[in-house]
T-cell receptor, first 114, second 114 residues
Framework: DVKVTQSSRYLVKRTGEKVFLECVQDMDHENMFWYRQDPGLGLRLIYF???????EKGDIPEGYSVSREKKERFSLILESASTNQTSMYLC?????????????FGPGTRLTVL | AQTVTQSQPEMSVQEAETVTLSCTYDTSESDYYLFWYKQPPSRQMILVIR??????QNATENRFSVNFQKAAKSFSLKISDSQLGDAAMYFC???????????FGKGTRLSVIA
């Protein structure tokens, strides 16, 4: 089974702190994604990556950056956390190419910024 | 722009009964994949069912089946013999190719009444 893990289930940070959210997948997937999930807004794509060291902006990239130095790991960085970044953050991966395209999700990180 | 609309923010069903969740989408592409994902409370998002747009036959997975109407761009999910464990947020999504992100609807929260 594909496994996508996220470094923390719950995280509490202070305004202005630099925050790292880590995501690791174990199935050699090409693509990785970061979403935030808020009530009534569904899933909104922050960034995605279709290859090592490659990144593409999603719908709401402002205030975030990402890093993909290794194929299996995709990090989301909040350079200076703000209260409006309090949310559930979901990481996902997918094989890429044609054929099977479903995304596999991690358990999520619930981030609270005080 | 490609969009997914789930017109029912919340639904409820009696245990053992059948419920249908609606989903419509908009795309100019002819070849794509459609998905229903389930997110139980405080638990991981998992894939429920997948449909390839080039297949006319509706996908089924045990108690879950879809009604795929390509011309109408409609992709509804039917849950038969509903169980308490079916209570969750359900997301409809589609993707055009393997290296692009899924486009998600905002979700439908399903409650199952004992």
């Amino acid at each position: 089974d594909v496994k996508v893990t996220q470094s923390s289930r719950y995280l509490v940070k202070r305004t202005g702190e630099k925050v790292f959210l880590e995501c690791v997948q174990d199935m050699d997937h090409e693509n990785m994604f970061w979403y935030r999930q808020d009530p009534g807004l569904g899933l909104r794509l922050i960034y995605f990556s279709y290859d090592v060291k490659m990144k593409e902006k999603g719908d709401i990239p402002e205030g975030y950056s990402v890093s993909r130095e290794k194929k299996e790991r995709f990090s989301l960085i909040l350079e200076s956390a703000s209260t409006n970044q309090t949310s559930m953050y979901l990481c996902a991966s997918s094989p890429g190419g044609s054929g099977r395209n479903e995304q596999f999700f991690g358990p999520g990180t619930r981030l609270t910024v005080l | 722009a490609q969009t997914v609309t789930q017109s029912q923010p919340e639904m409820s069903v009696q245990e053992a009964e059948t419920v249908t969740l609606s989903c419509t989408y908009d795309t100019s592409e002819s070849d794509y994949y459609l998905f229903w994902y389930k997110q139980p409370p405080s638990r991981q998002m998992i894939l429920v069912i997948r449909q390839e747009a080039y297949k006319q036959q509706n996908a089924t997975e045990n108690r879950f089946s879809v009604n795929f109407q390509k011309a109408a761009k409609s992709f509804s999910l039917k849950i038969s013999d509903s169980q308490l464990g079916d209570a969750a947020m359900y997301f409809c999504a589609f993707v055009v190719s393997g290296n692009t992100p899924l486009v998600f609807g905002k979700g439908t929260r399903l409650s199952v009444i004992a």
